[in-house]
T-cell receptor, first 112, second 116 residues
Framework: AQSVTQLDSQVPVFEEAPVELRCNYS??????LFWYVQYPNQGLQLLLK??????LVESINGFEAEFNKSQTSFHLRKPSVHISDTAEYFC??????????FGGGTRLMVKP | GAVVSQHPSWVICKSGTSVKIECRSL??????MFWYRQFPKQSLMLMAT?????????EQGVEKDKFLINHASLTLSTLTVTSAHPEDSSFYIC????????????FGPGTRLTVT
């Protein structure tokens, strides 16, 4: 069975500061890892994903995540956040049957 | 590409009535659709998986007679909440997947259901 743990339910940060949202997973097989972002009253948008290859993956809006197999982690980072990054972020792992298991979510609150 | 829509975006219904939520893949064929439920400030919980033309597979604890899922075409799945009660009030999100999108899940914008 797979599971995903997001250690921080909320992360407050000031604008232009760096941020890291932590994600750890457990799986007995090869994993595909995802980060999704959810704005209030909206569905999920794919932020970035790791399927294979380079362990560092980037999104178009400055986020990046690094797959660390030894630590079973896939932490999300951004060197300088904006007010518009305020949202809920979900880490997820996909199994062979294409089903996603989500972490509990982390609410990123960017303050001016 | 890979756009998924849901209708309605929000709905209010009276206790005891039924409500239908539609999930459409607009620009790809979705051989599989997933239905999730999300309570306030919580994560998504998978309710069921439906493959086109087949009966849905429900997760443990989800009442299949209460949450009727139909996936009759490659672009449309519906979730009907029958005899709704206030505890069914939630945010329902669908996602769609298929070969043309490499089996990734693309999510709809969600439907907020309030049962009074």
């Amino acid at each position: 069975a797979q599971s995903v743990t997001q250690l921080d339910s909320q992360v407050p940060v000031f604008e232009e500061a760096p941020v890291e949202l932590r994600c750890n997973y457990s799986s007995s097989v090869s994993v595909y890892l995802f980060w999704y972002v959810q704005y209030p009253n909206q569905g999920l948008q794919l932020l970035l994903k790791y399927l294979s290859g380079s362990t560092l993956v980037e999104s178009i809006n400055g986020f990046e995540a690094e797959f660390n197999k030894s630590q079973t982690s896939f932490h999300l980072r951004k060197p300088s956040v904006h007010i518009s990054d305020t949202a809920e972020y979900f880490c997820a792992v996909r199994n062979a049957g294409n089903m996603l298991t989500f972490g509990g979510g982390t609410r990123l609150m960017v303050k001016p | 590409g890979a756009v998924v829509s849901q209708h309605p975006s929000w709905v209010i219904c009276k206790s005891g009535t039924s409500v239908k939520i539609e999930c459409r893949s607009l620009d790809f064929q979705a051989t599989t659709m997933f239905w999730y439920r999300q309570f306030p400030k919580q994560s998504l919980m998978l309710m069921a998986t439906s493959n086109e033309g087949s009966k849905a597979t429900y997760e443990q604890g989800v009442e299949k007679d209460k949450f009727l899922i139909n996936h009759a075409s490659l672009t449309l799945s519906t979730l009907t909440v029958t005899s709704a009660h206030p505890e069914d009030s939630s945010f329902y999100i669908c996602s769609a997947s298929g070969t043309s999108v490499s089996y990734e899940q693309y999510f709809g914008p969600g439907t907020r259901l309030t049962v009074t």
